[in-house]
């Protein structure tokens, strides 16, 4: 069946540090790629998006690009902040699935001033 | 536009009684889904309806678990009896149509605690 694995957190950075969290996945076709956002006593926000191989989501200065090759959907962005503490979450869909997400466990990121 | 409506926000109940949770999806969105969070792990599809019928619910402990959405809008999950094990939070999700719609909407959750 489907499957997301994510790096294990939590991760820990400095305000304005690089933040890559590892995504990669196990699914039948070709599914569409996620990464969501969960902040404290929040529900889950879509933060990007990529629905084909090569394809690059980006938002709110994420990105994440759909290697097909690798199986993977890294979420990467620049220059962290503060505000960017939560817990951030790969999904897919898969061609097969009828709109059915399946999560990742989740990494939760915190990032100190 | 509002988003997805939850209520409550939090319950806590004794095992072995009902409970009861609602769910106010985005206007004009006719899928809605019910998800199971656990501590620390991702969500997991409880039901799918599409307007009032329910088309996955291959994942609903039908023994203790029932969900309706008796007008296509707005859906209620219960669970009765309920165990410890069922502390979670309880999220819906809703979606603009039937057909390829990959951005799920979520809301705030309904966090359970059983004791």
């Known amino acids: 069946g489907d499957s997301v694995t994510q790096m294990e957190g939590p991760v820990t950075l400095s305000e304005e540090a690089f933040l890559t969290i590892n995504c990669t996945y196990t699914?039948?076709?070709?599914?569409?790629l996620f990464w969501y956002v969960q902040y404290p006593g929040e529900g889950l926000q879509l933060l990007l998006k990529a629905t084909k191989a090569d394809d690059k989501g980006s938002n709110k200065g994420f990105e994440a690009t759909y290697r097909k090759e690798t199986t993977s959907f890294h979420l990467e962005k620049g220059s962290v902040q503060v505000s960017d503490s939560a817990v951030y979450f790969c999904?897919?869909?898969?061609?097969?699935?009828?709109?059915?997400?399946?999560f990742g466990s989740g990494t939760q990121l915190t990032v100190l001033p | 536009e509002a988003g997805v409506v939850q209520s409550p926000r939090y319950k806590i109940i004794e095992k072995k009684q009902p409970v009861a949770f609602w769910c106010n999806p985005i206007?004009?969105?006719?899928?809605l889904y019910w998800y199971l969070q656990n501590l620390g792990q991702g969500p997991e599809l409880l039901i799918r309806?599409?307007?009032?019928?329910?088309?996955?619910d291959s994942q609903l402990p039908k023994d203790r678990f029932s969900a309706e959405r008796l007008k296509g809008v707005d859906s209620t999950l219960k669970i009765q009896p309920a165990e410890l094990g069922d502390s979670a939070v309880y999220l819906c999700a809703s979606s603009p149509d039937g057909t390829g719609a990959y951005e799920q909407y979520f809301g705030p959750g309904t966090r359970l605690t059983v004791t």
């Open positions: 309806y599409e307007n009032e019928e329910a088309v996955d």
């Open positions: 999904a897919l869909i898969s061609s097969g699935s009828a709109r059915q997400l399946t």
């Open positions: 699914a039948t076709g070709y599914p569409s």
């Open positions: 206007s004009g969105h006719n899928t």
